[in-house]
């Protein structure tokens, strides 16, 4: 799996649009960018995934840069909810895992502190 | 939908006593499911993959014969802790994957907190 590098802490004013970055510059054709955030003591929650095209839902938006080595997490009204650890991870879909699907690697995540 | 829920949530045991904890997909049926752990302050780190109906994968260093992991169904996981001393305290978390997306888009559940005195 590629390996990813994300900034330790970050802060952000509530209201305020936070942006989350991610570099994963071994990133092969094949691998997808998932975002996933723990809120403390709970377990992971999926936030988004991508392949190269940006993506938005319901909870965040994800832009890929067009080498794909880096990517940004966006949400765009942060609240004192979003406080989490959020972890980029690349990994291959499930048709590129041999079929079976694959446990994730987590790294150390960037803290976000969303501040009143 | 695709929750995910583990029972129970936290548990307080002697050493050298043996704990199951319960993984369940509440609203989806779940091929695989994931066991993973976290102690205070680091990451949660892969202990095995169990796919239903079949024995489970563990991850290199994760003792089979102390964490048991029974997957008879497809919306039920368990991980037995057998002899449980104090070092296996831990966040215990299981994930499980949606059968039908073509995506390695995991479902977590809430955590299981372990106390061994």
């Known amino acids: 799996d590629a390996k990813t590098t994300q900034p330790t802490s970050m802060d952000c004013a509530e209201g305020r649009a936070a942006n989350l970055p991610c570099n994963h510059s071994t990133i092969s054709g094949n691998e997808y960018v998932y975002w996933y955030r723990q809120i403390h003591s709970q377990g992971p929650q999926y936030i988004i995934h991508g392949l190269k095209n940006n993506e938005t839902n319901e909870m965040a938006s994800l832009i890929i840069t067009e080498d794909r080595k880096s990517s940004t997490l966006i949400l765009p009204h942060a609240t004192l909810r979003d406080t989490a650890v959020y972890y980029c991870i690349v990994r291959g879909g499930f048709m590129y895992s041999g079929g079976g699907a694959d446990g994730l690697t987590f790294g150390k995540g960037t803290h976000l502190i969303i501040q009143p | 939908g695709a929750v995910v829920s583990q029972h129970p949530s936290r548990v307080i045991c002697k050493s050298g006593t043996s704990v199951k904890i319960e993984c369940r997909s509440l609203d989806f049926q779940a091929t695989t499911m994931f066991w993973y752990r976290q102690f205070p302050k680091q990451s949660l780190m892969l202990m095995a993959t169990?796919?239903?109906?079949?024995?489970?994968?563990?991850e290199q260093g994760v003792e089979k014969d102390k964490f048991l992991i029974n997957h008879a169904s497809l919306t039920l996981s368990t991980l037995t802790v057998t002899s449980a001393h104090p070092e296996d305290s831990s966040f215990y978390i299981c994930?499980?994957?949606?059968?039908?997306?073509?995506?390695?888009?995991?479902?977590f559940g809430p955590g299981t907190r372990l106390t061994v005195l």
């Open positions: 169990s796919n239903e109906g079949s024995k489970a994968t563990y």
């Open positions: 994930s499980a994957r949606w059968w039908d997306t073509s995506y390695n888009e995991q479902f």
